[in-house]
């Protein structure tokens, strides 16, 4: 059931919202012992919100990744060394949801911190989700949680979810829902628990692309307390021309049939354009940045302010080693010392500096083209969802070049969407969609 059906339904009282709300958290169980998509489920909260839920999302599911802030909700980015706290404060992006009437089911499983396109990266002591067409296969990540759910779920339903290199559009392709990852600044990063500042976006997952505008409409604009947001008007939605980027059909060839044929279904004039800056250098380019960020961020979480505590029984530096390596998965040490190192004093201009400057070049290509075309597409990922046990053959070097499609838009803050394209081998695969920084509107469009 779609948004809009749902709120008619709302409207003349043919659904009773708290009724609804028990349906759906019985669900939420029921799936969560096969699949693991939620790490904690909020069924106090939930019922308590659906008792006098109203506005323009009155009595609508979201589940919430789990980086984001939800008032005394335990919410840990996925990480033991953030376990036990519950936040003072619920971040922007979902207060606004729920002040129209938006219901918080839970949060969802993502890999620790963010880090990872497969949602194997979990924290210490957290199940890893399994694919909801093959549960011997990835959901991939980071939003792996809320993309697998989204397409499990016979309720309406929205996932709240976050990006910073792939993180939305990557496991809505391998979930086979629709994914919208925002502008840079469309919403309000306030109450999320970052991976990278200049990067994180926070966005939406669903079934169906009118569920996800009527959501964004309400969750986007400038908040007073994030400066990096801003208010935008409604760009046009009309599209006419249409650049399929040529380098990013370097992958599958079944991926690569079903991309070109639902890419062809819609009917849109397309032109070949080509993206060699950015194909060739946005890998390197984004997990420099991204780490180092990363790194920066990650430093807090030392032990004394919040979430994991140990003993002071020796002096501070070893403490904070201490708690760091018991609280801290193996992905997410490895992002901390790469990131420290390319900041140092020494390599900082080698590595971070001319990664910032490669990062304009980039932006410069995409705006380049979209002078000419209204949007930008490409295949999502460049396979099928692949089992665990492919994944763990995998070096961390293969394991970052998944992200290769994916990274671009990310790099250069533009808004993309994932539309499902067809199945093969009973597995989903997604278009990538592209538009211009405050176009979101062509996103919602194109899959007319």
Do not use: W
Request: charged share 25%; aromatic share 10%.
């Amino acid at each position: 059931m779609n948004l809009q059906n749902f709120s008619e339904k709302i409207s003349k009282k043919e659904i009773s919202i708290p009724e609804h709300t028990r349906s759906i958290l019985k669900e939420v169980k029921m799936l969560n012992e096969r699949y693991s998509y939620f790490l904690n489920i909020s069924e106090d909260l939930a019922l308590d919100q659906a008792k006098n839920a109203k506005g323009k999302l009155a009595g609508l599911p979201i589940s919430v990744k789990d980086c984001l802030c939800v008032k005394g909700v335990e919410s840990t980015s996925g990480s033991r060394v953030l376990k036990s706290y519950k936040p003072l404060f619920t971040a922007t992006s979902v207060q606004r949801l729920v002040n129209e009437g938006a219901i918080i089911i839970g949060k969802t499983n993502q890999d620790e911190f963010g880090f990872g396109s497969f949602n194997i990266n979990v924290g210490l002591g957290n199940p890893i989700p399994k694919n909801p067409f093959d549960e011997e296969r990835v959901t991939g990540g980071s939003s792996g949680g809320g993309a697998g759910f989204a397409q499990k779920t016979t309720h309406a339903h929205i996932a709240v979810v976050e990006s910073t290199g792939g993180s939305i559009v990557a496991p809505a392709s391998f979930c086979g829902v629709y994914g919208l990852c925002p502008t840079y600044g469309a919403v309000s990063r306030y109450g999320l628990m970052d991976y990278a500042n200049s990067l994180d976006k926070i966005g939406l997952i669903g079934k169906d692309c009118a569920s996800l505008k009527k959501v964004f409409d309400v969750m986007k604009g400038h908040d007073p307390k994030d400066c990096t947001s801003i208010s935008f008007d409604e760009s046009s939605s009309e599209i006419k021309k249409v650049g399929l980027i040529k380098e990013s059909l370097n992958v599958d060839p079944l991926v690569k049939e079903m991309f070109l044929r639902k890419l062809e279904s819609l009917g849109y004039e397309v032109k070949e354009v080509s993206m060699p800056l950015t194909m060739k250098h946005g890998i390197g380019v984004y997990y420099i940045i991204a780490m180092a960020e990363a790194s920066t961020n990650l430093a807090k979480y030392c032990g004394i302010r919040y979430g994991l505590q140990e003993e002071l029984d020796d002096n501070f530096n070893a403490y904070f080693s201490r708690v760091r390596d018991d609280g801290f998965g193996k992905e997410a040490k490895r992002r901390i010392l790469i990131g420290t190192f390319v900041r140092m004093a020494g390599y900082r201009d080698q590595y971070y500096l001319k990664a910032m400057k490669v990062r304009t070049l980039i932006i410069d290509e995409y705006k380049r083209l979209f002078k000419k075309f209204d949007v930008l597409v490409s295949p999502t990922m460049p396979l099928l969802p692949p089992k665990f046990s492919e994944v763990e053959s995998l070096t961390p070097l293969q394991n970052y070049m998944i992200d290769q499609l994916t990274v671009g838009p990310n790099l250069a803050g533009l808004p993309h969407l994932n539309i499902p394209a067809g199945f093969v081998k009973n597995l989903p695969v997604g278009l990538l969609a592209i538009a211009d920084h405050f176009n979101e509107a062509k996103l919602f469009n194109f899959d007319r």
